[in-house]
């Protein structure tokens, strides 16, 4: 028989590490049990070391037992990790599971740049007037963004655009859409016309709060006989009110463009609540929008009318200039930045 003692401390050892392992909950409880029973100073190797007390004859089958425990017992402690294992595995799946009814997330829609918008109001009234909508191109020669509209080489009145020049000689972006009155005219004549050209102008000037080196123009042009100055400040008249409101205010001052003779530019009031006003309008409490006037008959003859049968006004606005009237935006330059928190509003 083994020695009682030696193998009954074994038996005992075998017992308590089951029931310990069982109590053992997660798995930081199951390590520091491992290093109980069979770390350096653990339970397991202080009862090999009774093997001393045991007698010789007795000793291989307290061997035996002891390497029977050594097995039960780290067996059993390798079903209990990985049972401790999986159960924290369902334990963190259940905590934060996966919501399919979570709604999508909703994809942003575009919408018109508000200078887009602003353009298709001012075709709408236009076209409610009667006018057709033309378009012409943006890069234009020197005679066309000029000459034909009365400013020969080295007119002074040319200073009143700064002009971005191409790298041919005579070509320009053009700065202002004037041109296409003659592209119309030359197209028209001797027909009578009542037309809008939309359209993109760019300037070689400095950008600030009211000015942006490219921007919107809508020209405007009406040639037929007895077509007066009056006919023009009906038009403008009627316009600004359809597009601001019947009780904003519109003044006409007398100016002067080489094109028209005649000429007139056109404000409108600034909202007077708006913080803004006076820096916008230069403490004038007005806004300019458009320059006009009668045609010029060498214009007239330019575009092949014959100006002692015709007559016929012009005006040229500034659309994004509207926009900011309207809405009382305090910078042109949000125009192009693509800021979506300005752009959203619209
Ligand atoms: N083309 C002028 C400008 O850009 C505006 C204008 C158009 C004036 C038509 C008179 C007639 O400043």
Redesign the pocket.
């Known amino acids: 028989m083994a020695d009682a003692t030696a193998t009954d401390e074994l038996k005992t050892l075998e017992s308590q590490g089951l029931s310990e392992l069982q109590a053992s909950s997660d798995e930081a409880a199951l390590r520091a049990w491992n290093t109980k029973y069979f770390g350096d100073k653990g339970l397991m190797k202080a009862a090999l070391s009774g093997i001393g007390k045991v007698p010789k004859d007795q000793r291989a089958a307290f061997g035996q037992e002891a390497n029977r425990v050594k097995v039960a017992l780290t067996e059993a402690y390798d079903a209990a990790l990985s049972a401790a294992k999986e159960k924290a595995l369902a334990a963190s799946l259940t905590a934060s599971p996966l919501d399919v009814t979570l709604p999508g997330r909703p994809r942003t829609r575009g919408r018109l740049h508000p200078a887009t918008q602003v353009l298709r109001q001012i075709t709408a009234v236009f076209a409610d007037m009667g006018f057709q909508v033309y378009r012409s191109r943006e890069v234009e020669t020197d005679q066309y963004n000029f000459e034909f509209?009365n400013m020969p080489e080295h007119h002074p009145a040319r200073d009143?655009?700064d002009t971005f020049f191409t790298t041919t000689p005579g070509v320009v972006l053009r700065?202002?859409?004037?041109p296409g009155?003659i592209h119309v005219m030359r197209e028209s004549a001797p027909n009578p016309v009542r037309v809008i050209l939309p359209g993109m102008?760019y300037r070689n000037e400095a950008i600030s709060t009211r000015s942006e080196i490219q921007f919107y123009?809508v020209?405007?042009?009406v040639i037929g006989e007895g077509v007066t100055m009056a006919d023009l400040k009906g038009t403008i008249t009627a316009f600004a009110h359809r597009l601001f409101g019947p009780e904003r205010k519109v003044r006409i001052r007398s100016?002067y463009?080489p094109?028209?003779e005649p000429?007139?530019?056109v404000d409108i009031d600034w909202p007077a609540d708006d913080p803004n006003r006076d820096r916008l309008t230069k403490g004038t409490g007005w806004l300019e929008i458009?320059?006009?006037?009668m045609?010029h008959p060498t214009v007239l003859r330019h575009g092949g009318y014959d100006p002692d049968k015709v007559t016929g006004?012009?005006?040229?606005?500034?659309p994004q200039r509207m926009l900011m009237l309207k809405h009382a935006i305090d910078d042109i330059r949000l125009f192009w930045q693509n800021d979506q928190r300005f752009l959203r509003q619209f």
């Open positions: 509209l009143m655009w700065t202002h859409t004037s009155q102008c123009q020209e405007g042009l100016s463009f094109f028209t000429s007139i530019e458009m320059g006009a006037g045609v006004f012009a005006f040229g606005m500034g």
